[in-house]
């Protein structure tokens, strides 16, 4: 059911608008932009067209008679006895447990092999929330979107849950017959016919069993394969240096950087660090204003690109160019014929310049999917400007055992066509979905004898193998990790394993001929032959959530000189490939909150669109929404078209990670596939595409309209020049009378900060928000009538002209406005002020009238309009944090400022009897923060943080003029452009 | 015109009508009664348990503190119910082939805990918080009654909002010295108001009938 049915805004008409704008003019969509009046229509009802009548099958007289029979029970819920309910203690209590009080167990979660470090909370021996691991160096306490979602993976009932033959269910022991009859006929060849294709490993304890195992079967192959491979970094190190090394950023030392295509605020190893870092050196308060500048060129808007004081669209192919240019300007290359004509000449000198006048303070950094020359010359560019050893520094590779993965795989599918594979193992991997199309990956498989595959889903790979092993997830198992700098954690389990699942350790172990060995001991053993030879240290290292002094050092190297390379664009229009921002590379395409997460820059969930520049829309002849067919080498997929303001022109962008057919219910069919059309020579950029539009068109559910402030003066941005000039610019309110008396604050006085300057948008705080508070998805159709129920949510704003936007997030949580219209409208007073200055929101007095939903100027409450929580499965029941309560369907519900930690560490405090100290309580959003841009405490504490936050010059609060006064008040962006750039 | 209706029927319509709204606030006290009855409430009613355990005989006739079982009470928001291995603790050497102790010790072997009849609680959006009470000098009689003196366990108080409120919104009526919490035997004090207030400040009790105190 699509409720946007708004005509396609005339982009010329839209330009021409926003070019005569005068002064600044913050929209949020074309439509937005294009203001025509079905849009301001559409905008003036909070649920955007009809949303909140009845559209479905439901007839009338059945509803009739349905509400007739409720109504009638209704009444008597009020009478009837509390079911009798069963107390059940344990046999023997665990020393360490109280009931209902959590405890906290380090452990870490690795992504494309690398680990962020987590402090996971257990209730009761169920984990239910994830924080990060405030002694982990590439957590420092934060953590990304995926970290927080995994806790839903962990129990989703979708799981595979048993063993199963042929799609038949079996049991570990059959399936240890099989595998023993398949090795033992290995045995004689040494292990000519086996294989083994994983993940990248970075795991000590699995590399030295994988290398055992080569020991055992001497002809064995290990391959590893990764849809979002890093072969691109691997060979860019070998032609720089020779050899392959990790590169590791230091942003905190970094006052210029520039990205080429790098998207190193949002996704990469060790992301969450590099954003804390870069956000430190970038923060601005009264007395400390330097701040460091950003550049970044890319060829589709990202949140990298939102930060930057200077973006550039520029085409992925023309990338390359552009870092030879650079070099060339900085001696890094002796010469080289690349030119882009007299385009970004300009902006590139100024870029040039600017790193010349900060050397050894500077940064160059190289995007995941560029070409590995452009890795190359980044390194060439930052050893000419003297960087090494102190924004970046080289390591040995954090992978155990590094290898060309595209290589890896093709090497397996061509062994696998001779017929040269007998027993192929497939550890936590799913290539039959996302191997490159021209490998045939699944029909090369279908020759292989034996298959076997580990994973934590029944996906298409598992469809095509004769034997499944549920797998265990990283909660569930012990295992190792290394982290972005090489730091080891031993990963531990928070529970046992749900389905009887099995890690690689175990499946390894079995492979090996010790078929029962568990996790824990095989991890045991590996470490007491390492860094942890004694029990004191092995708990220790649980403790902390690393071992000591696993850090890679920085090693030295020589570089060597760049070839000149042939820079001509070789298509007209490039198709790229990207990882998706919420689902990555398709694992967690079952995750309901990664789906209904809306994506940073499209704000599209549920789906993934093709995204243009709006003169590539222009001259294609194709409209937003519209179906679009995508040809590269013969192969085509269909996919709706998004425009995206801000993206290079030509260029067309189509994520990874959706089209699924064996993802389970929730993933099933999803978007489209774009592995179908990637090949394994262009992963990320395709050679050539034909394009056309088909006429047809597919609804996007996006967020981007809902809830709108209409407008008025929400995201203030100033230059640092003008902040310093004028330190206050963000002011324009008036202190406004009130009639009503007013609270009197004696105690606690709870506010919230949130630093504009620090967000990078990446909704690490929506997911935080969305597992500590029991948050429920609404699925695709309901977000498209604006009913998704995040509590936080991020607005994302462009400015400026339709072509290249600066564009700017703004998180929205309640404000907990001390003169809240909610609280003045509601029948039952189900929503109250307490005397700490939070809006209360009391589940069970709400009748659901939405009147405060309806009054609120922010649109910060969100109504459960149909049974979202799912209160029948059981698995989910333990997922969910018993300290919040779980709303049923009629009820209002809001940001509550986390008001159960509130709670419990005033409950502590109290029995203490002391005071709650600064920085104590913190809420989930701001907990998960990685740039600490959220800040919350007490502002009747003249010393606490957040006083400090709204005592600065820039602070300004949204819709003041309402006299709402809220208690979220925001810390204006900052931005630090070039002098010389700034026209 | 011949009337249609007897002259019986202005009685019957004057009857039915006044009967009516009798018979509906009739029904409303009822129904209101009903919700505040012991029948709806559990109060006073003693609950059928897998072992009749006897409160009188262990905390009256033997002396034992409530905190020797109930032991998470002053630092969690459960009271906690104790393992059978606290039962153990004295009952393997004591009454130690007892038929009645049989589901105990039956437990204690085979690992399966014992599955007691809850006597005591709240609906789920209730957060129920008993750290802070036993802190701010809220004894365990106050509200769970004479349990010294129970030979089976029941529901002293209704524990509805009302009663809840009847605290909370004079606490100075209840609290009393932190060292008297767990005596059984308390009993407000002749000047229990002036008492009160003045522990009100010591123990600094306030903000008591917020909703967030309660209701999250």
Request: aromatic share 8%.
């Given at each position: 059911?699509?409720s946007?049915?708004?005509?396609?805004?005339?982009?010329?008409?839209?330009?021409?608008?926003?070019?005569?704008?005068?002064?600044?003019?913050?929209?949020?969509?074309?439509?937005?932009?294009?203001?025509?009046?079905?849009?301001?229509?559409?905008?003036?009802?909070?649920?955007?067209?009809?949303?909140?009548?009845?559209?479905?099958?439901?007839?009338?007289?059945?509803?009739?008679?349905?509400?007739?029979?409720?109504?009638?029970?209704?009444?008597?819920?009020?009478?009837?006895?509390?079911?009798?309910?069963?107390?059940?203690?344990?046999?023997?209590?665990?020393?360490?447990?109280?009931p209902?009080?959590?405890?906290?167990?380090?452990?870490?979660?690795?992504?494309?092999?690398?680990?962020?470090?987590?402090?996971?909370?257990?209730?009761?021996?169920r984990?239910?929330?994830?924080?990060?691991?405030?002694?982990?160096?590439?957590?420092l306490?934060?953590?990304?979107?995926?970290?927080?979602?995994?806790?839903?993976?962990?129990y989703?009932?979708?799981?595979?849950?048993?063993?199963?033959?042929?799609?038949?269910?079996?049991?570990?022991?059959?399936?240890?017959?099989?595998?023993?009859?398949?090795?033992?006929?290995?045995?004689?060849?040494?292990?000519?016919?086996?294989?083994?294709?994983?993940?990248?490993?970075?795991?000590?304890?699995?590399?030295?069993?994988?290398a055992?195992?080569?020991?055992?079967?001497?002809?064995?192959?290990?391959?590893?394969?990764?849809?979002?491979?890093?072969?691109?970094?691997?060979?860019?190190?070998r032609?720089?240096?020779?050899?392959?090394?990790?590169?590791?950023?230091?942003?905190?030392?970094?006052d210029?950087?520039?990205?080429?295509?790098?998207?190193?605020?949002?996704?990469?190893?060790?992301?969450v660090?590099?954003?804390?870092?870069f956000?430190?050196?970038?923060?601005?308060?009264t007395?400390?204003?330097?701040?460091?500048r950003?550049?970044?060129?890319?060829?589709?808007?990202?949140?990298?690109?939102?930060?930057?004081d200077h973006?550039?669209?520029?085409?992925?192919?023309?990338?390359?160019?552009?870092?030879?240019?650079?070099?060339?300007?900085?001696?890094?290359?002796?010469?080289?014929?690349?030119t882009?004509?007299?385009?970004?000449?300009?902006?590139?000198?100024?870029?040039?310049?600017?790193l010349?006048?900060?050397?050894?303070?500077?940064?160059?950094?190289?995007?995941?999917?560029?070409?590995?020359?452009?890795?190359?010359?980044?390194?060439?560019?930052n050893?000419?400007?003297?960087?090494?050893?102190?924004?970046?520094?080289?390591?040995?590779?954090?992978?155990?055992?590094?290898v060309?993965?595209?290589?890896?795989?093709?090497?397996?599918?061509?062994?696998?066509?001779?017929?040269?594979?007998?027993?192929?193992?497939?550890?936590?991997?799913?290539?039959?979905?996302?191997?490159?199309s021209d490998?045939?990956?699944?029909e090369?498989?279908?020759?292989?004898?034996?298959r076997?595959h580990?994973?934590?889903?029944?996906?298409?790979?598992?469809?095509?193998?004769?034997?499944?092993?549920?797998e265990?997830?990283?909660?569930?198992t012990?295992?190792?990790?290394?982290?972005?700098?090489?730091?080891?954690?031993?990963?531990?389990?928070l529970?046992?394993?749900?389905?009887?699942?099995?890690?690689?350790?175990e499946?390894?172990a079995?492979?090996?001929?010790?078929?029962?060995?568990?996790?824990?001991?095989?991890?045991?053993?590996?470490?007491?032959?390492h860094?942890?030879?004694?029990?004191?240290?092995?708990?220790?290292?649980?403790?902390?959530?690393?071992?000591?002094?696993?850090?890679?050092?920085?090693?030295?190297?020589?570089?060597?000189?760049?070839?000149?390379?042939?820079?001509?664009?070789?298509?007209?229009v490039?198709?790229?490939?990207?990882?998706?921002?919420?689902?990555?590379?398709?694992?967690?395409?079952n995750?309901?909150?990664?789906q209904?997460?809306?994506?940073?820059?499209?704000?599209?969930?549920w789906?993934?669109?093709?995204?243009?520049?709006p003169?590539?829309?222009?001259?294609?002849?194709v409209?937003?929404?519209?179906?679009?067919?995508?040809?590269?080498n013969?192969?085509?997929?269909?996919a709706?078209?998004?425009?995206?303001?801000?993206?290079?022109?030509?260029?067309?962008?189509?994520?990874?990670?959706?089209?699924?057919?064996?993802?389970?219910?929730?993933?099933?069919?999803?978007?489209?596939n774009?592995?179908?059309?990637r090949?394994?020579d262009?992963?990320?950029?395709?050679?050539?595409?034909?394009?056309?539009?088909?006429g047809?068109?597919?609804?996007?559910?996006?967020?981007?309209?809902?809830?709108?402030?209409e407008?008025?003066?929400?995201?203030?941005?100033?230059?640092?020049?003008?902040?310093?000039?004028?330190?206050?610019?963000?002011?324009?309110?008036?202190?406004?009378?009130?009639l009503?008396p007013g609270?009197?604050?004696?105690?606690?006085?709870?506010?919230?900060?949130?630093?504009?300057?620090?967000c990078?948008?990446?909704?690490?705080?929506?997911?935080?928000?969305?597992?500590?508070?029991n948050i429920?998805?609404?699925?695709?159709?309901?977000?498209?009538?604006?009913?998704?129920?995040?509590?936080?949510?991020?607005?994302?704003?462009?400015?400026?002209?339709?072509?290249?936007?600066?564009?700017?997030?703004?998180?929205?949580?309640?404000?907990?406005?001390?003169?809240?219209?909610?609280?003045?409208?509601c029948?039952?007073?189900?929503?109250?002020?307490?005397?700490?200055?939070?809006?209360?929101?009391?589940?069970?007095?709400?009748?659901?009238?939405?009147?405060?939903?309806?009054?609120?100027?922010?649109?910060?409450?969100?109504?459960?309009?149909?049974?979202?929580?799912?209160?029948?499965?059981?698995?989910?029941?333990?997922?969910?944090?018993?300290?919040?309560?779980?709303?049923?369907?009629?009820?209002?519900?809001?940001?509550?400022?986390?008001v159960?930690r509130?709670?419990?560490?005033?409950?502590?405090?109290?029995?203490?009897?002391?005071?709650?100290r600064?920085?104590?309580?913190?809420?989930?959003?701001?907990?998960?923060?990685?740039t600490?841009?959220?800040?919350?405490?007490?502002?009747?504490?003249?010393n606490?943080?957040?006083?400090?936050?709204?005592?600065?010059?820039?602070?300004?609060?949204?819709?003041?003029?309402?006299?709402?006064?809220?208690?979220?008040?925001?810390?204006?962006?900052?931005?630090?452009?070039?002098?010389?750039?700034?026209? | 015109?011949?009337?249609?209706?007897?002259?019986?029927?202005?009685?019957?319509?004057?009857?039915?009508?006044?009967g009516?709204?009798?018979?509906?606030?009739?029904?409303?006290?009822?129904?209101?009664e009903?919700s505040?009855?012991?029948?709806?409430?559990?109060?006073?009613?003693?609950?059928?348990?897998?072992?009749?355990?006897?409160?009188?005989?262990h905390?009256?006739d033997?002396?034992?503190?409530?905190?020797?079982?109930?032991?998470?009470?002053?630092?969690?928001?459960?009271?906690?119910?104790?393992?059978?291995?606290t039962?153990?603790?004295?009952?393997?050497?004591?009454?130690?082939?007892?038929?009645m102790?049989?589901?105990?010790?039956?437990?204690?072997?085979?690992?399966?805990?014992?599955?007691?009849?809850r006597?005591?609680?709240?609906?789920?959006?209730?957060?129920?918080?008993?750290?802070?009470?036993?802190?701010?000098?809220?004894?365990?009689?106050?509200?769970h009654?004479?349990?010294?003196?129970?030979?089976?366990?029941?529901?002293?108080a209704?524990?509805?909002?009302?009663?809840?409120?009847?605290?909370?919104e004079?606490?100075?009526?209840?609290?009393?010295p932190?060292?008297?919490?767990?005596?059984?035997?308390?009993?407000p004090?002749?000047?229990?108001?002036?008492?009160?207030?003045?522990?009100?400040?010591?123990?600094?009790i306030?903000?008591?009938?917020?909703?967030y105190?309660?209701?999250?």
């Amino acid at each position: 059911m699509s409720s946007l049915k708004l005509p396609s805004p005339d982009l010329a008409s839209v330009r021409a608008r926003l070019a005569t704008a005068r002064g600044k003019q913050y929209w949020r969509s074309l439509e937005e932009a294009a203001a025509s009046p079905e849009f301001q229509q559409f905008l003036h009802r909070e649920f955007p067209n009809h949303a909140s009548e009845w559209y479905d099958d439901l007839s009338r007289r059945q509803f009739l008679k349905l509400m007739a029979a409720s109504f009638a029970l209704a009444g008597l819920s009020a009478c009837m006895k509390m079911p009798q309910e069963k107390i059940v203690p344990y046999v023997r209590q665990p020393e360490e447990i109280i009931p209902g009080k959590p405890l906290f167990f380090a452990t870490a979660m690795t992504l494309g092999g690398y680990a962020t470090g987590l402090l996971v909370e257990s209730h009761e021996g169920r984990p239910t929330k994830i924080e990060g691991n405030p002694r982990h160096p590439s957590s420092l306490g934060a953590t990304d979107i995926f970290a927080q979602a995994s806790i839903l993976t962990l129990y989703d009932p979708d799981r595979s849950q048993v063993v199963s033959n042929a799609g038949r269910i079996s049991t570990w022991s059959a399936f240890l017959e099989g595998l023993n009859a398949a090795l033992e006929a290995q045995t004689a060849k040494n292990g000519a016919g086996l294989r083994v294709l994983t993940e990248t490993v970075s795991s000590p304890t699995l590399a030295r069993q994988i290398a055992a195992l080569l020991e055992k079967f001497p002809r064995a192959k290990w391959h590893q394969y990764e849809p979002l491979a890093r072969d691109n970094i691997m060979e860019g190190a070998r032609l720089a240096f020779g050899q392959p090394v990790e590169t590791r950023y230091h942003f905190d030392k970094a006052d210029v950087v520039v990205a080429l295509d790098a998207d190193f605020l949002f996704s990469g190893p060790g992301w969450v660090r590099y954003a804390h870092d870069f956000a430190g050196k970038r923060r601005v308060r009264t007395g400390q204003s330097a701040m460091n500048r950003l550049y970044v060129m890319e060829p589709v808007a990202s949140t990298t690109g939102a930060m930057a004081d200077h973006r550039l669209a520029v085409r992925a192919g023309e990338i390359t160019a552009v870092a030879f240019i650079i070099a060339k300007e900085l001696g890094a290359v002796e010469e080289t014929d690349a030119t882009l004509g007299d385009r970004h000449d300009r902006w590139i000198r100024a870029v040039v310049r600017d790193l010349q006048n900060h050397r050894g303070a500077c940064l160059v950094v190289a995007g995941d999917h560029q070409p590995p020359i452009v890795h190359a010359l980044a390194h060439a560019i930052n050893h000419a400007l003297g960087n090494i050893n102190h924004t970046v520094v080289y390591t040995d590779p954090v992978a155990a055992h590094p290898v060309n993965e595209i290589e890896s795989l093709r090497e397996l599918v061509r062994d696998m066509n001779e017929g040269a594979v007998e027993t192929l193992v497939i550890i936590d991997g799913n290539p039959a979905y996302d191997a490159p199309s021209d490998l045939a990956f699944s029909e090369a498989m279908s020759k292989v004898g034996f298959r076997v595959h580990l994973g934590l889903y029944e996906d298409e790979t598992a469809q095509l193998c004769h034997w499944h092993i549920p797998e265990a997830h990283y909660l569930e198992t012990w295992s190792d990790a290394r982290a972005h700098d090489g730091t080891v954690t031993i990963q531990q389990p928070l529970i046992a394993p749900l389905y009887d699942g099995k890690s690689a350790q175990e499946l390894v172990a079995a492979i090996l001929g010790h078929p029962n060995q568990a996790s824990h001991d095989i991890v045991r053993e590996y470490w007491k032959t390492h860094a942890l030879p004694t029990d004191d240290l092995w708990h220790a290292a649980l403790y902390d959530g690393t071992v000591p002094n696993t850090a890679l050092s920085p090693k030295a190297i020589n570089l060597r000189s760049i070839q000149p390379h042939d820079t001509t664009l070789t298509t007209e229009v490039e198709l790229l490939f990207r990882p998706d921002p919420t689902v990555w590379d398709g694992r967690f395409a079952n995750n309901g909150w990664l789906q209904e997460l809306p994506k940073p820059l499209t704000r599209v969930t549920w789906d993934n669109a093709a995204t243009v520049s709006p003169h590539t829309a222009e001259k294609l002849g194709v409209a937003d929404e519209e179906v679009i067919e995508l040809r590269v080498n013969g192969r085509g997929v269909r996919a709706p078209l998004c425009i995206l303001p801000g993206q290079a022109d030509d260029t067309v962008v189509l994520a990874l990670g959706y089209g699924r057919t064996h993802a389970g219910p929730v993933g099933n069919h999803a978007g489209v596939n774009a592995y179908a059309i990637r090949s394994s020579d262009a992963m990320w950029l395709a050679p050539a595409v034909e394009i056309h539009g088909t006429g047809e068109r597919y609804s996007l559910a996006r967020t981007q309209h809902h809830q709108s402030m209409e407008g008025r003066d929400l995201v203030r941005v100033g230059t640092l020049d003008e902040f310093r000039k004028n330190p206050a610019f963000a002011h324009n309110e008036i202190d406004q009378p009130s009639l009503y008396p007013g609270f009197k604050y004696d105690g606690y006085a709870w506010g919230m900060s949130i630093d504009l300057t620090a967000c990078v948008g990446c909704s690490a705080c929506v997911m935080a928000c969305q597992s500590e508070n029991n948050i429920p998805i609404v699925g695709k159709d309901q977000v498209a009538r604006g009913r998704e129920m995040h509590w936080i949510r991020i607005d994302r704003y462009f400015q400026g002209g339709l072509d290249d936007p600066e564009i700017y997030f703004e998180p929205v949580p309640c404000m907990h406005c001390e003169n809240a219209p909610c609280e003045l409208v509601c029948p039952v007073s189900a929503t109250q002020h307490s005397d700490e200055g939070l809006n209360e929101m009391v589940y069970n007095r709400c009748i659901g009238t939405r009147y405060c939903s309806n009054n609120c100027p922010y649109k910060v409450r969100r109504f459960n309009f149909l049974q979202y929580s799912d209160l029948k499965t059981q698995s989910l029941k333990s997922m969910r944090n018993p300290n919040v309560t779980v709303r049923n369907r009629g009820v209002m519900e809001k940001c509550t400022y986390c008001v159960q930690r509130i709670q419990a560490v005033k409950i502590t405090a109290e029995t203490q009897d002391r005071k709650i100290r600064d920085g104590e309580i913190i809420p989930a959003c701001a907990q998960a923060c990685p740039t600490q841009a959220i800040v919350f405490g007490d502002i009747n504490d003249p010393n606490s943080r957040v006083t400090n936050a709204k005592g600065q010059p820039h602070n300004y609060g949204l819709l003041v003029e309402l006299n709402t006064r809220p208690r979220t008040t925001y810390l204006a962006r900052i931005r630090n452009p070039n002098p010389e750039l700034e026209t | 015109m011949a009337q249609i209706f007897h002259p019986r029927t202005n009685t019957i319509s004057r009857v039915s009508l006044f009967g009516a709204l009798f018979f509906l606030t009739g029904l409303a006290w009822v129904c209101g009664e009903l919700s505040r009855s012991s029948y709806v409430t559990r109060e006073g009613s003693p609950m059928e348990q897998p072992v009749p355990f006897s409160h009188k005989h262990h905390v009256r006739d033997d002396g034992i503190d409530c905190r020797y079982c109930h032991t998470s009470v002053e630092t969690s928001a459960f009271a906690g119910i104790p393992p059978t291995e606290t039962c153990m603790n004295c009952h393997s050497m004591i009454w130690s082939n007892a038929p009645m102790l049989e589901p105990v010790r039956a437990s204690f072997q085979t690992g399966q805990s014992i599955q007691w009849t809850r006597v005591n609680y709240v609906p789920q959006f209730v957060y129920f918080n008993h750290s802070i009470h036993i802190h701010k000098g809220i004894g365990c009689t106050t509200c769970h009654g004479p349990v010294g003196d129970m030979p089976l366990t029941w529901q002293n108080a209704t524990l509805q909002m009302r009663w809840c409120l009847s605290c909370h919104e004079q606490p100075e009526q209840f609290v009393r010295p932190r060292d008297q919490v767990f005596n059984v035997d308390w009993k407000p004090p002749l000047n229990q108001l002036d008492q009160g207030r003045h522990l009100l400040k010591e123990y600094n009790i306030k903000s008591l009938t917020d909703c967030y105190t309660c209701h999250r």
